[in-house]
């Protein structure tokens, strides 16, 4: 069982910047394809970007060229840098695990999840 703790959400000005951290009780590297998702109330959740075992990055076109998801294997820690944050951004993020080395931006793909961590874009 993974067990998956995010943090780093806040209250941010549009323009602004966070960077989210996903902490996993498993060993991360090589392992498994990991992801970033977000839900804004009312919506449904949302595939913002994802990391394959082999190192493949995938980011949704709402946030292409301003998030930046990475991983720390000797912390087998993910994360996700966010920046020119606008209001639309504002949801609550969830880390994802897949279970197997490869996914896509389907949240169906995943097995474990964590409990999620809120970011709210406003002036």
Not at 3 to 14: I, M, Y
Not at 27 to 56: D, S
Not at 60 to 74: C, E, L, P, W
């Amino acid at each position: 069982q993974v067990q998956l703790v995010e943090s780093g959400g806040g209250s941010v000005q549009p323009g602004g910047s966070l960077r989210l951290s996903c902490a996993s009780s498993a060993i991360i590297a090589g392992r498994y394809c990991m992801a970033w998702f977000r839900q804004a109330p009312g919506k449904e959740r949302e595939g913002v970007a994802r990391i394959t075992a082999y190192g493949t990055r995938v980011y949704a076109d709402s946030v292409k060229g301003r998030f930046t998801i990475s991983q720390d294997n000797a912390k087998n820690t993910l994360y996700l840098q966010m920046n020119s944050l606008k209001p639309e951004d504002t949801a609550m993020y969830y880390c994802a695990d897949a279970g197997k080395t490869y996914c896509t931006l389907w949240w169906g793909d995943f097995d474990y999840w964590g409990q999620g961590t809120q970011v709210t874009v406003s002036s």
